[in-house]
């Protein structure tokens, strides 16, 4: 069975703190080799248990990894009014970094959509509630209050657009998707009705159930986040 994996950058890169703690997260090649070797574990998959169990070999059609270039716009802190070149900044430099390690690994394809124009900073919802509370004033509120808010465009329908290209060429019999949210589901229905396999792996996050009629089956295989001490529960499975 040949197997496309398609990652979430974005996503991928939230999820990895919770299910790789001792792994530094600004390191861009080890970011890279935790994404490639996400992929390659689901080309291995395990039914049932000892001494039943059986092994399944996918071969791998090609890694898909989708992201936004780093921003790199100028602008001026909101109380401060310091000047900030994004470009410059450690997020910028990694991002930057993630991406060129990307680009260089076998059966790897980077696909970038854009950032929106329309940015501009917003306070950070917990300083709002204190704000509205009546715990903190205006004139109290710092540049370290306030995040640069600006929106991923394009990344979707990326996403949306391989998945029916490889369903409706028949490049592949199985995409897996490192994904969370509903936002796939369009592109999954029409995948399984040209009759490929589609497995969610959403890193041990919990979904919403209804999801699952869906997809396929759901996979997460990094390491489980550990909670205070427990494991985070299953997802459940379709």
């Known amino acids: 069975m040949k197997t496309a994996i398609l990652i979430d950058g974005g996503y991928f890169l939230?999820?990895?703190?919770?299910?790789y703690p001792t792994r530094d997260r600004a390191d861009a090649k080890a970011v890279a080799r935790t994404?490639?070797?996400i992929?390659?574990?689901h080309l291995t998959e395990r039914r049932g248990k000892a001494p039943n169990e059986t092994v399944i070999t996918h071969d791998l059609h090609r890694i898909f990894f989708y992201d936004c270039p780093p921003l790199s716009k100028r602008?001026?802190?909101?109380?401060?009014?310091?000047?900030?070149d994004f470009a410059k900044t450690p997020q910028s430099i990694f991002r930057s970094a993630l991406h060129d390690?990307?680009?260089?690994m076998r059966k790897m394809a980077l696909r970038l959509g854009h950032l929106s124009e329309q940015s501009e900073w917003v306070l950070k919802e917990p300083l709002l509630k204190e704000l509205l509370a009546g715990n903190r004033t205006f004139a109290s509120l710092t540049d370290e209050d306030f995040r640069y808010?600006?929106?991923?465009?394009?990344?979707?329908?990326r996403i949306g657009t391989d998945i029916a290209t490889l369903a409706y060429k028949r490049n592949v019999d199985q995409?897996?998707?490192?994904?969370g949210d509903a936002d796939f589901v369009p592109a999954a229905k029409l995948a399984r009705r040209e009759g490929l396999d589609f497995v969610l792996d959403p890193m041990w996050k919990n979904i919403h159930p209804s999801l699952n009629e869906h997809i396929d089956g759901i996979r997460s295989t990094c390491p489980r986040p550990v909670v205070r001490g427990i494991p985070?529960?299953?997802?459940?499975?379709?």
């Open 39 to 41: 992929a390659l574990s």
């Open 175 to 179: 995409i897996v998707l490192v994904a």
């Open 35 to 37: 994404a490639f070797e």
């Open 149 to 157: 808010d600006t929106r991923q465009k394009g990344v979707d329908m």
């Open 14 to 19: 939230k999820r990895f703190p919770a299910c």
């Open 101 to 104: 390690e990307l680009r260089c």
């Open 232 to 238: 985070v529960a299953e997802p459940p499975r379709a």
């Open 75 to 84: 602008a001026h802190h909101p109380v401060s009014r310091r000047p900030i």
